[in-house]
């Protein structure tokens, strides 16, 4: 395999046999970048002309970009030295979409963080065998409109897997996979996003071990009907979602800005979605909203697809830990509490239902959690706790798996 390092800007002594002498640590400006006027230049070139089986190394040290960078050959790697120790910063960035785009099929990014982006922070797209592991992607001044939409964005990809990365800022998703299929998302941590993670139009994932938390929504899984393709069949499971009451901070008209702060898992116009064993608690408008296109409030505007399925059928809620929440909902939701006793019931459905099909599927078997119908179809008239609900899934949807080649190997 071949290593490529950016040997001018290595940090300690790591250079000892090219100079003279060596230093405690590299130089830095006044706001903490690494004085190398050459490094961004030598990344790009090192990226342009990475063969199958690049590694691209990124010393300790914060970077700044003022372009964004780009992968084009299958099979390349790039790794840092640590999630906060080799920071690519693109507060400077003047020209470029992204961070950093990906079209090279066999893709790794490791132990690197991508931050202040003008736009996403990566983006992966229409390729295989994505890997993003131990990845920060920030924007460092909070949450604003202006943020990228995106951190971590594979599109389009057959094979992904993020482990272990932080995402934080998005002004849409933290983690978002879009129109893609096999999908593994586990042991990431998603704050102060608009969407902590959000699987959409994606066929086959496994959302697992994530820490989802002060985000306006927490986990979605939806399907928008201005894409090529739907999607189905997703499992979120062993996650903590927790207390994502954030401002919704989205451009407006975005789908992503009808999510109400305070929401854990959503599940919008998807099918197949079995959602277990979380921890889930104090989302203040509901733990669990199940919801059609129709909730979204601009289908007149988007219009909707002859193959387009705008309603959720098939999700089992069961074995869920569920305390707290639906006591703060907005002011549309708000006057519905007292059908919960003072707090919405852990599970809000819209109640849209297709009429060509006798049972949705919406089944919760979860213990004490309740699911509350909202007639939204009605504006509200029908409202009611639904105890028609207890139901499971004649099948479970089986676990995913990823190429050996994919998976670390400690």
């Given at each position: 395999?071949?290593?490529?390092?950016?040997?001018?800007a290595?940090?300690?002594c790591?250079?000892?046999?090219l100079?003279a002498?060596?230093?405690a640590a590299?130089?830095?400006?006044?706001?903490?970048?690494?004085?190398?006027?050459?490094?961004?230049a030598?990344?790009?070139?090192?990226?342009l002309?990475?063969?199958?089986?690049?590694?691209?190394?990124?010393?300790?040290?914060?970077?700044a970009?003022?372009?964004?960078?780009?992968?084009?050959?299958?099979?390349?790697?790039?790794?840092?030295?640590?999630?906060?120790?080799?920071?690519?910063?693109?507060?400077?960035?003047?020209?470029?979409?992204?961070?950093?785009l990906?079209?090279?099929?066999?893709?790794?990014?490791?132990?690197v963080?991508?931050?202040?982006?003008?736009?996403?922070?990566?983006?992966?797209?229409?390729?295989?065998?994505?890997?993003?592991r131990?990845?920060?992607?920030?924007?460092?001044?909070?949450?604003?409109?202006?943020?990228?939409?995106?951190?971590?964005?594979?599109v389009?990809?057959?094979?992904?897997?993020?482990e272990?990365?932080?995402?934080?800022?998005?002004?849409?998703?933290?983690?978002?996979?879009g129109?893609?299929?096999?999908?593994?998302?586990?042991?990431?941590?998603?704050?102060?996003?608009?969407?902590?993670?959000?699987?959409?139009?994606?066929?086959g994932?496994?959302?697992?071990?994530?820490?989802?938390?002060?985000?306006?929504?927490?986990?979605?899984?939806?399907?928008?009907?201005?894409?090529?393709?739907?999607?189905?069949?997703?499992?979120?499971?062993?996650?903590?979602?927790?207390?994502?009451?954030?401002a919704?901070?989205?451009?407006?008209?975005?789908?992503?800005?009808?999510?109400?702060?305070?929401?854990?898992?959503?599940?919008?116009?998807?099918?197949?979605v079995?959602?277990?064993?979380?921890?889930?608690?104090?989302n203040?408008t509901?733990?669990?909203?199940?919801?059609?296109?129709?909730?979204?409030?601009?289908?007149?505007?988007?219009?909707?697809?002859?193959?387009?399925?705008?309603?959720?059928?098939n999700?089992?809620?069961?074995?869920?830990?569920?305390?707290g929440?639906?006591?703060k909902p907005?002011?549309?939701?708000?006057?519905?509490?007292?059908?919960?006793?003072?707090?919405?019931?852990?599970?809000?459905?819209?109640?849209f239902?297709n009429?060509?099909?006798?049972?949705?599927?919406?089944c919760?078997?979860?213990?004490?959690?309740?699911?509350?119908?909202?007639?939204?179809?009605?504006?509200?008239?029908?409202?009611?706790?639904?105890?028609?609900?207890?139901?499971?899934?004649?099948?479970?949807?089986?676990?995913?798996?990823?190429?050996?080649?994919?998976?670390?190997?400690?």
């Amino acid at each position: 395999m071949r290593h490529t390092a950016i040997t001018a800007a290595l940090p300690f002594c790591a250079t000892a046999l090219l100079l003279a002498g060596c230093s405690a640590a590299p130089k830095t400006d006044a706001e903490g970048f690494v004085i190398d006027a050459g490094f961004e230049a030598k990344l790009q070139e090192q990226l342009l002309d990475a063969k199958p089986g690049t590694v691209v190394l990124i010393p300790a040290g914060k970077y700044a970009l003022t372009r964004s960078l780009s992968v084009a050959v299958p099979g390349v790697t790039i790794r840092g030295a640590g999630m906060d120790k080799s920071i690519l910063s693109f507060k400077r960035q003047s020209s470029g979409a992204e961070g950093l785009l990906v079209t090279g099929d066999d893709f790794t990014l490791e132990d690197v963080a991508i931050e202040d982006s003008k736009g996403d922070a990566l983006k992966i797209n229409g390729t295989k065998n994505a890997v993003m592991r131990r990845v920060r992607a920030e924007w460092t001044g909070g949450p604003k409109t202006s943020n990228g939409a995106y951190g971590l964005y594979p599109v389009q990809v057959t094979n992904v897997l993020i482990e272990g990365s932080v995402v934080k800022g998005a002004s849409d998703a933290g983690i978002y996979v879009g129109q893609s299929t096999n999908i593994i998302v586990r042991n990431n941590r998603a704050e102060q996003n608009v969407a902590g993670i959000e699987i959409e139009n994606s066929t086959g994932a496994d959302v697992y071990d994530n820490i989802v938390t002060d985000n306006a929504g927490g986990i979605l899984v939806f399907n928008m009907p201005d894409l090529p393709v739907p999607g189905s069949k997703t499992r979120v499971y062993k996650n903590k979602v927790t207390a994502n009451n954030h401002a919704n901070f989205a451009t407006k008209g975005t789908a992503v800005a009808s999510v109400p702060p305070g929401s854990g898992v959503i599940i919008n116009s998807n099918d197949d979605v079995e959602i277990f064993d979380n921890d889930l608690k104090d989302n203040q408008t509901a733990n669990v909203i199940i919801s059609s296109f129709y909730s979204l409030g601009f289908e007149a505007t988007r219009g909707i697809a002859a193959a387009y399925d705008p309603y959720p059928e098939n999700i089992y809620v069961t074995g869920n830990r569920i305390s707290g929440g639906g006591d703060k909902p907005g002011a549309r939701y708000a006057p519905l509490k007292a059908l919960g006793g003072g707090a919405l019931p852990a599970v809000l459905w819209d109640g849209f239902v297709n009429p060509k099909i006798a049972k949705p599927g919406i089944c919760v078997q979860n213990g004490e959690a309740k699911l509350l119908n909202i007639d939204a179809a009605h504006k509200f008239a029908g409202a009611k706790i639904d105890e028609s609900v207890n139901c499971a899934p004649a099948t479970r949807l089986p676990t995913i798996s990823l190429p050996p080649a994919m998976i670390e190997k400690r």
